[in-house]
Nanobody, 123 residues
């Protein structure tokens, strides 16, 4: 079965950086579009960044210029580089995927596969 495993979360001070990693098992990143979502306590899950299988990407306005989504298909690995972190970035971050070449969607219902999440705390 498809499995997505995130890592790289942690606690940082405002202005700091983190890189999240999502490794996929039993799927081929060449045939899946992917995204990063986050959910803060008491808030709905929101799309942060999305990537086509080819690497074309899109971002939420709140993270444009600070976050970068990238992927290495040969390694079945998706990244989210987060720079200049702010307290409002504090959330559980999730990797998501679904079959298809491209969606660039920030809607969680468009993704059928999810990781377990990794916590990011900015103080």
């Amino acid at each position: 079965h498809v499995q997505l495993v995130e890592s790289g979360g942690g606690s940082v001070q405002a202005g700091g950086s983190l890189r999240l990693t999502c490794v996929g098992y039993n799927l081929d990143y060449n045939n899946y579009y992917m995204g990063w979502f986050r959910q803060a306590p008491g808030k709905e899950r929101e799309g942060v960044a999305a990537s086509c299988s080819t690497g074309t990407s899109a971002y939420a306005d709140s993270v444009k210029g600070r976050f970068t989504i990238s992927k290495e298909n040969a390694k079945n690995t998706l990244y989210l580089q987060m720079n200049n972190l702010k307290s409002e970035d504090t959330a559980m971050y999730y990797c998501a995927a679904d079959r298809g070449l491209c969606a660039l969607s920030d809607n969680a219902v468009d993704y059928g596969y999810w990781g377990q999440g990794t916590q990011v705390t900015v103080s």
